[in-house]
């Protein structure tokens, strides 16, 4: 019994021992074949590189001994760039001070505040806005409004005014902001509103020059284009399509301007040249001529003469400040300016060509409601003010009145020298020039 026990018992230990090689076996049998599957990999890999100092060819096959190689990634080549040619860009023009306030609210005045021409303090005072008024408010930069009240559209300061809880429905247009040079290329109504059925303030002439202050859209036809323009120192409306504008000319000279509205008029003192932004004479200009001036550079100011646009030596120029009163001989009309904004347009009579009016700067020595010239009866019952010897500014009563202005009428029935005007022109020179005002006889 005791020894089939321990034959069995090495038996089974036998067994184990046999089982324990066996997975021994067998697992050095996977590690081998692991190990020689990774030295065949590295081998593949290894044969596509050049040993050390040695330079293969494309074959594997060594061409050459050198002594070291240094391999690099080749640089990218790169397309030659051209840079493109710059193309000037053109800043707006004008960009005016007022941003388009959309709507129809309503501003009261809370004190007597002045209405002005512009928004300015100095600007040519339109009439009063009494404390307690209401006012239609076209739009605002939060300092100035631009209001229309009683037929006449000017500036008041805010400081004075505030917003009003009626609403005057002003949702038919929108203003958007435009500063430019135009000129009628007809006779045009000027109107408070832009549209025909709004009340003229009044007619203007063809070829007359405006400054344009703003672009008005109209929201139910975008195709009828308005302007907001001053003018006879007045502010209205009138349709675009009737007008010339020169802002292309002025953009020429210079396409980085950024306001072209007149803040300035100048006499021009001796007979010199208008030059293009390249100092190329554009045209000569006569000395007592009228420039008035979009735009200063220093020794040069850009400038509107007579519709054309161009640069003028600032030794050449004197900036007129304060009031001046300018007869034109060639058209035939007198301007009245205040801080370099003209106020006032009239039409006169100058001296016919036997006896032409002098050109020239001349201030007035005198002024008087009437005045005896001594002969055929004539005399002057509104104004009289004298300025080069016997000529002078005075109304004529014996002249008919459909003839002032005319061009044709002077050649034959001119004056002897003086500048003759309708009684309406004379009145309000009586009113508003002094006897220190000067007066500018250009052509």
Known sequence: MRKA??????????????RIIAIALAGGLVLSGYILFKNKDNDKVSNNKPEKGIEYSTDGVPTAEIDQIVEMTPEPTLE????PTPVP??????????????GGDTIIATTNVNMRLDSRVDSYKLDVLNAGSIANRLFTDGEWDLISYNGMLAYVHTDYTREYEVDYNNEYYDIEKYYDIARTTTQLYCRLGPSKNEPSIF??????????????????????????VKVRGNIGFVCRRYTYSFRDA??????????????????????????DQNKNIISYVDKYQLAHVLYDYGNYSLVNLDGTIGLISNKDLSVCRGK???????????????????????????????????????????????HDFGHDNLV??????PFNGGQGCHDAPWQPDDK??????????GSAGCIRLPNAEAHYIYDNISQSTPILVKH
């Open 324 to 370: 001046l009163f300018v007869c034109d001989i060639s058209t035939q009309r007198v301007y009245y300016y205040v801080n370099g904004e003209i106020v006032f347009r009239g039409r006169c009579t100058t001296g016919r060509d036997k006896s032409p009016t002098e050109l020239g700067f001349f201030t007035p020595y005198g002024k008087a409601s009437s």
């Open 89 to 102: 860009t053109v800043s707006p023009i004008p960009e005016p001070t007022l941003e388009p306030k959309n």
């Open 5 to 18: 026990y321990y034959r069995r018992e090495i038996e089974r230990r036998r067994r184990i021992r046999n």
């Open 404 to 413: 002032f202005g005319d061009p044709e009428y002077r050649k034959k029935s």
């Open 80 to 83: 030659p760039t051209v840079a």
């Open 250 to 275: 002025i953009l020429s000279i210079d396409p980085y301007v950024t306001s072209i509205a007149t803040i300035k008029v100048a006499r021009v003192l001796r007979d010199t040249a208008i030059l």
């Open 380 to 385: 002057a019952r509104i104004l009289w003010l």
């Open 203 to 228: 007619l203007l002439d063809k070829d007359e020059e405006m400054e344009v202050m703003g672009r008005v859209i109209l929201r139910n036809d975008p195709s009828d284009e308005w302007l907001l």
